[in-house]
T-cell receptor, first 114, second 116 residues
Framework: QQQVKQSPQSLIVQKGGISIINCAYENTAFDYFPWYQQFPGKGPALLIAIRPDVSEKKEGRFTISFNKSAKQFSLHIMDSQPGDSATYFCAAPTGVNQGGKLIFGQGTELSVKP | DAGVIQSPRHEVTEMGQEVTLRCKPISGHDYLFWYRQTMMRGLELLIYFNNNVPIDDSGMPEDRFSAKMPNASFSTLKIQPSEPRDSAVYFC??????????????FGPGTRLTVL
């Protein structure tokens, strides 16, 4: 079964530090790699996404880095803030013409200490 | 738009009882997904619909689980009979594929189910 493997499971970072979460995927046909952010008691929400024809995408303090040859992509949160404390999920589509069906990683619980 | 609406937000029931979870997707969205989230198994896709038709139910754990989408604005996930191991947060999500490069899924607030 196709998987998306995410690490670490949990992460503690000091305010102002850099948070890095990694994901590895298997299917080279994947064409879209989103990251979702989930706050306690809420549903996940799309944070940022990248297509494999670019190596990096930046939106504010959030950056996705993509390494196609290694089949890995990562989320970098610069100048991490306590408000960034949440669970982060990487995801990938399960295949072509799957109607946006996604496989999610196991999640990383990020805690940013003040 | 109110976003994806789920009800109830919390459900506590006893083992053996029937549980029905409800979802109203975002108007105009053509895909609807049901997920289950637990600490042990993370976020699992149970079933998804396209234009009210079930496309993939391979994630439905057992015959005790069933889902329907009688029209474009309503879906239900039913568990009968419920068991303590069904305790989890159940999310509904919807998307409109084709109009956005991201095929973004919009999640509801979830239903926290506790089976005693």
């Amino acid at each position: 079964q196709q998987q998306v493997k995410q690490s670490p499971q949990s992460l503690i970072v000091q305010k102002g530090g850099i948070s890095i979460i990694n994901c590895a995927y298997e299917n080279t046909a994947f064409d879209y790699f989103p990251w979702y952010q989930q706050f306690p008691g809420k549903g996940p929400a799309l944070l940022i996404a990248i297509r494999p024809d670019v190596s990096e995408k930046k939106e504010g303090r959030f950056t996705i880095s993509f390494n196609k040859s290694a089949k890995q992509f990562s989320l970098h949160i610069m100048d991490s803030q306590p408000g960034d404390s949440a669970t982060y999920f990487c995801a990938a589509p399960t295949g072509v013409n799957q109607g946006g069906k996604l496989i999610f990683g196991q999640g990383t619980e990020l805690s940013v200490k003040p | 738009d109110a976003g994806v609406i789920q009800s109830p937000r919390h459900e506590v029931t006893e083992m053996g009882q029937e549980v029905t979870l409800r979802c109203k997707p975002i108007s105009g969205h053509d895909y609807l997904f049901w997920y289950r989230q637990t600490m042990m198994r993370g976020l699992e896709l149970l079933i998804y619909f396209n234009n009210n038709v079930p496309i993939d139910d391979s994630g439905m754990p057992e015959d005790r689980f069933s889902a329907k989408m009688p029209n474009a604005s309503f879906s239900t996930l039913k568990i009968q009979p419920s068991e303590p191991r069904d305790s989890a947060v159940y999310f509904c999500a919807s998307s409109l594929v084709g109009t956005s490069v991201h095929n973004e899924q919009f999640f509801g607030p979830g239903t926290r189910l506790t089976v005693l």
